[in-house]
T-cell receptor
Framework: AQSVTQLGSHVSVSEGALVLLRCNYS??????LFWYVQYPNQGLQLLLKYTSAATLVKGINGFEAEFKKSETSFHLTKPSAHMSDAAEYFC?????????????FGTGTQLKVEL | DGGITQSPKYLFRKEGQNVTLSCEQN?????MYWYRQDPGQGLRLIYYSQIVNDFQKGDIAEGYSVSREKKESFPLTVTSAQKNPTAFYLCASGNLDRDNEQFFGPGTRLTVL
């Protein structure tokens, strides 16, 4: 079975400060890992994904994440927060298992960006 | 433009009524998924389908039903047996020969009055 834990349901940062959203996963096989962003009353948009290539993954809007197998982590970072980054962020883990390529999602982290 | 459409955006129903949520994709994806989203609980899988005329239960299938008569369409029916149907419902699709990436529709917010 696979699972995802997102530490911190709410994170608040100042505009221009570092953004760090934490994600730890559990998987019995090498995982695929994803970060999605959701703005209010909208669907999810893919930020970035790890699929066993480079461990440092760059995504859209200046976000990046590093896969650390030893720590079973896939934390999301952005060097300088912008007001437009305020949204909810979801980490997800998946693997091709013949079971429909399902994803397991974390409970989400709401990011607030303050002036 | 390729993508996933869900309709309606907002839906209201009375207790005891069945209601069907639409999901259509023109991405030529084999797999389609329905999720339910509640505050603080992330996304929970209701049903998924890998091929036309076949579908499997997810983690919270009770009180829901689906059909997959066409590759492009995967409607979800919320039945009167669903005890707490008020939620945000998201449809997604993806290719089975890819890396599990799923593409999401804009969602339908269902409110039971």
């Amino acid at each position: 079975a696979q699972s995802v834990t997102q530490l911190g349901s709410h994170v608040s940062v100042s505009e221009g400060a570092l953004v760090l959203l934490r994600c730890n996963y559990s998987s019995s096989v090498p995982p695929y890992l994803f970060w999605y962003v959701q703005y209010p009353n909208q669907g999810l948009q893919l930020l970035l994904k790890y699929t066993s290539a480079a461990t440092l993954v760059k995504g859209i809007n200046g976000f990046e994440a590093e896969f650390k197998k030893s720590e079973t982590s896939f934390h999301l970072t952005k060097p300088s927060a912008h007001m437009s980054d305020a949204a909810e962020y979801f980490c997800a883990v998946g693997r091709s298992s013949g079971g429909g390529n399902k994803l397991t999602f974390g409970t989400g982290t709401q990011l607030k960006v303050e002036l | 433009d390729g993508g996933i459409t869900q309709s309606p955006k907002y839906l209201f129903r009375k207790e005891g009524q069945n209601v069907t949520l639409s999901c259509e994709q023109n991405l030529n994806h084999d797999a389609m998924y329905w999720y339910r989203q509640d505050p603080g609980q992330g996304l929970r899988l209701i049903y998924y389908s890998q091929i036309v005329n076949d579908f499997q239960k997810g983690d919270i299938a009770e009180g829901y039903s689906v059909s997959r008569e066409k590759k492009e369409s995967f409607p979800l029916t919320v039945t009167s047996a669903q005890k707490n149907p008020t939620a945000f419902y998201l449809c997604a699709s993806g290719n089975l020969d890819r890396d599990n990436e799923q593409f999401f529709g804009p969602g339908t917010r269902l409110t039971v009055l």
